[in-house]
């Protein structure tokens, strides 16, 4: 499809009904819905929660431009003369006040340049490749405790739930103790979580009141008494950093890297239980040379559970997939349309664990690559490998089509796993 300058999502040159990113086609199988969008045109229209139509990038390459080209920005306004307000359009489409708004407007994610560059250095040196490797030993005792606790509770041949079990709880210990959330505090904040990922506009801004005063309580704490944990090292860092960190700038630090940080490891674990489930032979091949487990979970990793990436904002007006965007116009890279793109692997759909995906976008890429990356390939490797160790007769309690599946904005994932552990 070739369009005008004058050409917008809504234009009857773009005649296709707008596809909603987190209606029914595309929760009933991601894979298919995707591959349509992608097979339709490299830049598609959609929508995501019933808001104004966005353009959608669905093929590998341009995808990589988007999330990469500095064209696109991830805040609305860094769009030049663009007149555009801070942050995602979708706090304003969900009424969230200006109180609690910048705790997610200026969330790293949704920064440009200098002032995203000098959050994420703040942040970066909690996750080195040395402090995330120092980290294993920690990995292994939360896993080996969960396991324990699943051996007990499937004793009599009794169903157990890994989402509950094993899915949530590992990544939440791991975030937590490397931020410096106290045990006590973690359920509060997979709630929090939860009404984040879910976008409930009617509790947001009552989650995100209770967060930052939990957190500046947690501020308080450290700075009278500090340990070996991020918030620590953050309080530490307001000492050198020349534009002197404000406290709410650690306030939402510390709720980025804790929401950013556990429900989308949780989901990379079960999705990635299920795929093998199903693949006993994908399973057989990781048994039988456990080294290919690092390479393992990149494949798991591109096949779920990401789905798309935050908007993107032309910044100028910009040829796409031969669609000409103009500036300010909101682009959308479709992460799994990009990682199941024919164009780039073969025979996509399908796991193959010994495939060197270590090319995909499931992390994005460029400038907002997942900080956390190394930390969940990490975590993934050692919780999935000691499980099917622990448990080598693991099967699904239940048909495979009764399995409840979940929607976030970004993700999909399954949301109950009741195994039996064999
Ligand atoms: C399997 C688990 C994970 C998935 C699927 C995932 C996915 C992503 C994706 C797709 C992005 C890019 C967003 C964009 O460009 O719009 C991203 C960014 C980010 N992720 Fe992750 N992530 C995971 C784990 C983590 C963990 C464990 C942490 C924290 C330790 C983390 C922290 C972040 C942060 C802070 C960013 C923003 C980086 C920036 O804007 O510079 N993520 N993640």
């Not at 705790?103 to 250095?121: C, E, F, T, V, Y």
């Not at 996509?348 to 390939?377: I, K, N, Q, T």
Request: proline fraction near 8%; charge should be negative.
């Amino acid at each position: 499809m070739t369009a005008t300058a004058a050409n917008s999502p809504e234009s009857a040159e773009n005649p296709a009904e707008p596809i909603e990113l987190l209606g029914p086609e595309l929760a009933a199988d991601p894979y298919a819905g995707y591959a349509r969008m992608r097979e339709q045109a490299p830049v598609v229209t959609g929508t995501l929660l019933g808001g104004p139509p966005m353009w959608m990038v669905t093929r590998y390459e341009d995808v990589r431009r988007v999330l990469s080209d500095p064209c696109f920005v991830a805040n609305p306004a860094s769009v030049p003369g663009g007149g555009m307000d801070d942050g995602p359009p979708v706090l304003k489409q969900m009424d969230v006040p200006s109180d609690v708004a910048d705790l997610i407007a200026k969330a790293m994610m949704n920064l440009d340049g200098a002032p995203h560059a000098r959050l994420r250095k703040l942040v970066s040196r909690a996750f080195t490749a040395r402090r995330v490797a120092e980290m294993r030993p920690r990995i292994e005792e939360i896993t080996a405790t969960l396991l324990d606790r699943m051996a007990e509770a499937g004793r009599d041949g009794a169903p157990v739930d890994l989402v509950e079990s094993f899915c949530y709880p590992v990544p939440i210990a791991v975030i937590c103790d490397l931020v410096g959330i106290d045990e006590a505090d973690r359920p509060q904040w997979h709630r929090w979580s939860r009404v984040l990922s879910l976008m409930q506009a009617e509790h947001l801004p009552t989650i995100l009141r209770e967060c930052a005063d939990h957190v500046l309580d947690v501020i308080a704490r450290r700075r009278a008494e500090p340990r070996d944990d991020l918030i620590s090292a953050l309080i530490e860092a307001q000492e050198e950093d020349g534009d002197r960190l404000s406290d709410r700038e650690m306030v939402c630090l510390v709720f980025t890297m804790v929401t950013a940080g556990h429900e989308s490891t949780t989901y990379l674990l079960g999705n990635s239980v299920l795929a093998l489930l199903e693949r006993p032979d994908q399973l057989e091949l990781l048994r039988a040379d456990p080294s290919r487990w690092q390479q393992a979970v990149r494949e798991l990793m591109r096949l779920g559970p990401t789905q798309f990436a935050q908007a993107r904002y032309a910044a100028e007006e910009v040829e796409l997939g031969g669609v000409t965007i103009p500036a300010g116009s909101a682009v959308v890279p479709l992460l799994l349309a990009a990682n199941t793109d024919p164009r780039k692997y073969e025979d996509p759909e399908r796991l193959d664990v010994c495939r060197g995906a270590g090319s995909h976008v499931g992390f994005g890429m460029g400038p907002h690559y997942c900080l956390g990356a190394p930390l969940a390939y990490q975590e993934a490797e050692v919780a999935l490998r000691a499980l099917f160790d622990r448990f080598p007769g693991l099967s699904l309690a239940v048909e495979r089509e009764e399995l409840p599946w979940a929607l976030r904005p970004g993700f999909t994932r399954v949301a109950e796993l009741p195994l039996l552990l064999g």
